[in-house]
């Protein structure tokens, strides 16, 4: 069983920039769940996909954006980024809504 | 939406002894309780689970109750050991989405 992968790792950006980062979910999941995790707080829920809709959304600008594919991996693009998008982005899949499991993220850093 | 919130932020505790970590949830509506592991550096990891059907679940050291009259959870560890220095969160779910508590940071001294 493959678990939830994510990439890149880590990733540099400047502010105004754009970035889009990748999770490939776990076999045999549906549904893919982005958070931010900024440095000693908990994961902030950013958005779900679900059968390539997204299917709810936390408190996030619209500059924060995803897609789900086919075959249930999914990217999250953010644009115009700001300082404080600085955090690591946790990709989590699952078969329904419950449990998550979570990929090791990607630490991105905005100057 | 759904607030969550943990407590305490930070715990420290002698090895052997119990840890206690709780929280409370806003919306009533609420039906499942997830706590996640995390220790530096690597990604969350689900360590117990608990659906409103049931007030009190058992994983050898590990238990978790619920009171959903008063919208309150716990994580009790028991037994502590030097793996279980981690940063612990609790989550639960509100309109299909999972939402997180603060965490709590828990050292276990020698």
């Known amino acids: 069983e493959t678990g939830v992968t994510q990439s890149p790792t880590h990733l540099i950006k400047t502010r105004g920039q754009q970035v889009t980062l990748r999770c490939s979910s776990q076999?045999?999941?549906?549904?893919v769940s982005w958070y931010q995790q900024a440095l000693g707080q908990g994961p902030q829920f950013i958005f779900q996909?679900?059968?390539?809709?997204?299917?709810g959304r936390g408190n996030f600008p619209p500059r924060f954006s995803g897609l789900q594919f086919p075959n249930y991996s999914s990217e999250l693009n953010v644009n115009a980024l700001e300082l404080d998008d600085s955090a690591l982005y946790l990709c989590?899949?699952?078969?329904?809504?419950?449990?998550?499991?979570f990929g090791n993220g990607t630490r991105l850093t905005v100057t | 939406g759904e607030n969550v919130e943990q407590h305490p932020s930070t715990l420290s505790v002698q090895e052997g002894d119990s840890a206690v970590i709780k929280c409370t949830y806003s919306?009533?509506?609420?039906?499942?309780f997830p706590w996640y592991k995390q220790e530096l550096g690597k990604r969350p990891q689900l360590i117990i689970d608990?659906?409103?059907?049931?007030g009190e679940k058992k994983d050898q050291r590990i238990a978790v109750t619920l009171n959903k009259t008063a919208k309150h959870f716990s994580l009790h560890i028991t037994e502590t050991q030097p793996e279980d220095s981690a940063v612990y969160f609790c989550?639960?779910?509100?309109?299909?989405?999972?939402?997180f508590g603060s965490g709590t940071r828990l050292s276990i001294r020698p």
């Open positions: 989550a639960a779910e509100s309109a299909s989405k999972i939402i």
């Open positions: 989590a899949s699952s078969l329904g809504v419950s449990p998550l499991h």
């Open positions: 608990i659906r409103s059907n049931v």
């Open positions: 919306d009533s509506a609420s039906n499942y």
């Open positions: 996909y679900y059968r390539e809709e997204e299917n």
């Open positions: 076999s045999g999941h549906n549904t």
